[in-house]
């Protein structure tokens, strides 16, 4: 290859590769900044009423799946918090960095994601792994668009990384058949997202002083519909609309704002 041939190719790597980069910092227009004397919000998502477990009949690969699974899309704890709600300020621009946050992963474990729920750095490799001896294939889309993430094959235990291309909610489901399976992946471009814990507490640290949105994000658990086809076999469930519920809230310098959410029982 010639000097010029090489500085070309050399150039055209260099090219792509700053391109790259802008598009991943041109994907989030947060502003990281230090934040002084950062407030925090704290509270409890609640069930109002008694919680059904639905009960899911798996449909394939038995040994490993089990015959029946409880469906994870509602967990409500002894006191009637609500596990696995994501609550975040909507339309932050600038505020504390995501550095320090861990990568997170995702495993299928007898034929379940583990965790359900969780937020993850939208800009960091993100572990996908199989724990279990059948095929699997992790679909996982945009809720917003369905654009595609990942559609990777799972024949055997193992595990592979992803990136994020943005910010935003991922919906996760299995197209190996396990039609039970489902996950829910927070990308963040801030720290201002958590997923409510056993009890259905929450706390968001850091807060820059001011006025903000916040949500309350919950995936529909009412079973719908039972699809199947012509032969009597399962092919699909049909949830419920996703809980969705805002509040005003006011943080001010080095002090403990107060939100409590009223989960509504769908029907």
């Known amino acids: 290859m010639s000097t010029r041939s090489t500085f070309v190719t050399m150039g055209l790597v260099a090219s792509f590769a700053c391109g790259a980069m802008a598009q991943e910092k041109t994907a989030s227009k947060y502003e990281v900044v230090a934040v002084q004397n950062g407030g925090s919000i704290t509270g409890t998502v609640k069930f109002t009423g008694k919680p059904e477990v639905i009960k899911l009949k798996t449909t394939k690969d038995q040994g490993?799946?089990?015959?029946?699974?409880?469906?994870?899309?509602?967990?409500?704890?002894?006191?009637?918090?609500?596990?696995?709600?994501?609550?975040?300020?909507?339309?932050?621009?600038?505020?504390?960095?995501?550095?320090?946050?861990?990568?997170?992963?995702?495993?299928?474990?007898?034929?379940?994601?583990?965790?359900?729920?969780?937020?993850?750095?939208?800009?960091?490799?993100?572990?996908?792994?199989?724990?279990?001896?059948?095929?699997?294939?992790?679909?996982?889309?945009?809720?917003?668009?369905?654009?595609?993430?990942?559609?990777?094959?799972?024949?055997?235990?193992?595990?592979?990384?992803?990136?994020?291309?943005?910010?935003?909610?991922?919906?996760?489901?299995?197209?190996?058949?396990?039609?039970?399976?489902?996950?829910?992946?927070?990308?963040?471009?801030?720290?201002?997202?958590?997923?409510?814990?056993?009890?259905?507490?929450?706390?968001?640290?850091?807060?820059?002083?001011?006025?903000?949105?916040l949500v309350m994000w919950h995936e529909g658990y009412i079973l719908k519909e039972t699809q199947k086809d012509s032969s009597g076999a399962t092919t699909a469930f049909v949830w419920s609309d996703d809980v969705v519920d805002k509040k005003d809230v006011t943080v001010e310098g080095a002090k403990e704002a107060t939100v409590e959410f009223a989960f509504p029982k769908q029907s």
């Open 64 to 213: 490993t799946c089990h015959e029946e699974k409880d469906s994870p899309r509602l967990v409500v704890g002894a006191g009637g918090g609500v596990a696995n709600a994501i609550v975040y300020l909507e339309g932050v621009t600038k505020g504390k960095g995501i550095d320090d946050m861990a990568a997170g992963m995702l495993d299928q474990k007898e034929c379940e994601y583990h965790p359900h729920v969780q937020v993850v750095p939208w800009n960091k490799e993100f572990v996908i792994k199989s724990s279990d001896p059948i095929l699997h294939n992790v679909h996982m889309n945009y809720k917003d668009n369905d654009q595609t993430i990942a559609n990777i094959p799972f024949p055997e235990p193992g595990q592979s990384k992803k990136k994020f291309k943005k910010p935003g909610l991922a919906y996760t489901k299995c197209d190996a058949g396990h039609i039970w399976m489902s996950a829910y992946i927070f990308a963040t471009d801030n720290p201002y997202v958590v997923v409510t814990d056993a009890d259905g507490k929450f706390t968001i640290k850091d807060v820059p002083p001011g006025k903000y949105k």
